[in-house]
């Protein structure tokens, strides 16, 4: 056999393995579950997710980070929901949770939701865990501006006091000034993170909200 027929044969058998690699991975990504959001009200956080909870966590996708961040993220949401309903949960399944969100953080550190994701399932088994804090930061240091974060982000460090931090202060400060001027539709987002802060995330909204537009005050205390 000729080095040019040679040649031939082993560019075809490149060529069937991409392609093959490429239908399978099309396969994947249209049979996969959709695209994971997290709700406008961070209270609903999970409330979508209340199937089985260790069912995702050994499902592992081989092909591409987009589908391993969403499955990622389902597990994470799942877990939350059933911490929820059931307090011995995070004793089993949250490690596996976490460690799945930190590998997949590892290949695709540029995802602002599973930072998020990160911060909640930490903040849940210690408040006071720095990682909390900084997984927190980094939700908004990827995507500073990101809409879809907003709430839950405003939520958390008002529930959990990240608000101490003068950092975090001036970052969640940013998205209620966002909120404020720009997507008056998402105000009743601030009323929902204001009744579920804690005494100093209270006082840190009711000045915020005071500072840039006085006539919503009202609102906010309901």
């Known amino acids: 056999m000729s080095s040019s027929s040679r040649f031939r044969i082993l560019l075809m058998a490149s060529a069937l393995t991409v392609g093959s690699y490429a239908i399978v991975s099309a396969v994947a990504e249209v049979t996969a579950l959709g695209r994971i959001t997290f709700p406008a009200d961070a209270a609903e956080i999970g409330a979508r997710w209340t199937g089985d909870a260790p069912s995702l ?35 089993s399944i949250a490690p596996d949770a976490l460690g799945r969100v930190r590998r997949t953080l590892s290949i695709s550190p540029y995802k602002p939701e599973l930072w998020l994701a990160l911060a909640l399932l930490q903040v849940q088994r210690d408040p006071y865990d720095p990682v909390v804090v900084e997984a927190l930061k980094m939700a908004y240091f990827v995507a500073p501006n990101d809409a879809r974060l907003m709430p839950v982000r405003i939520d958390m460090a008002a529930r959990f006091d990240a608000l101490a931090l003068p950092d975090v202060k001036d970052l969640v400060r940013n998205d209620v000034r966002l909120i404020l001027i720009r997507r008056p539709g998402s105000r009743s987002a601030l009323v929902s993170a204001y009744r579920r802060a804690s005494k100093l995330g209270k006082a840190f909204l009711e000045d915020a909200v005071e500072s840039i537009d006085p006539s919503f005050l009202a609102t906010l205390r309901g």
């Open 57 to 91: 966590l050994g499902t592992r996708s081989p092909f591409g980070s987009e589908l391993e961040s969403n499955y990622a993220l389902i597990a994470a949401l799942q877990t939350i929901e059933s911490s929820q309903q059931r307090a011995t949960i995070l004793r």
